[in-house]
C-alpha cells in the first residue's frame, strides 16, 4: 500500500496545469487532456479512483495542492482497523450432537429416502 502511495506520488508530478474551484473541485491537466476532480466525492473524471479505490495521480495533485496527506484520502478498506473489525468476530464451537436439546420435531435420514423419492434424474449411476 504504502509503495502504491508512492508510486502515485510521482506520478501526480506529470500533471501540469490546475484551476482550483470552490468546495474542492479541480481542474487537472495531463498533456493535452483535462480532468475534473472533486475530492469530497472522490472523483475523477479518468474513474481510476472509483476503480482502484486509491486516489490517483489527478487527485493526488490536488492533494498535494492543499497540503493534505496523501494516506487520509485512501478509502477505509485499506485501513489497519477495518482490518481488524472484519476479523474480531469468531466462529463458535458447536456442541456434539448428544448435548443438543431434545425437540417434538421429526428427525431427518438422507438414509431413509428410497431412489424413487429422489427421482430418477437425481441419481447418479455407478459405473461397473
Ligand atoms: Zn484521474
Keep these: ?22 468546495q474542492g473541485e479541480f481542474d487537472v491537466t495531463e498533456r493535452h487532456t483535462n480532468f475534473i ?6 472523483f475523477c473524471d479518468c474513474r481510476k479512483w472509483h476503480i482502484t479505490v486509491l486516489p490517483y495521480k489527478h487527485a493526488a495533485r490536488c492533494i498535494f495542492r ?3 496527506q496523501l494516506e487520509d484520502n485512501v478509502d477505509d478498506c485499506f485501513n489497519v482497523d477495518t482490518y481488524k473489525n472484519l476479523y474480531n468476530h469468531i466462529v463458535h464451537p ?6 443438543w436439546e431434545k425437540r417434538n420435531l421429526p428427525e431427518l435420514d438422507a438414509h431413509m429416502l428410497k431412489k424413487e423419492q429422489l427421482g430418477h434424474d437425481n441419481i447418479k449411476e455407478e459405473s461397473p
Excluded: F
Excluded at 1 to 22: A, Q, T
Excluded at 37 to 42: I, M
Excluded at 94 to 99: K, N, T
Design 1 to 22: 500500500m504504502h509503495k502504491k502511495l508512492i508510486k502515485i506520488d510521482m506520478e501526480r508530478r506529470n500533471c501540469k496545469d490546475m484551476i482550483h474551484g470552490v
Design 37 to 42: 476532480v472533486r475530492l469530497k466525492d472522490k
Design 66 to 68: 492543499k497540503k493534505l
Design 94 to 99: 458447536i456442541a456434539a450432537p448428544q448435548m
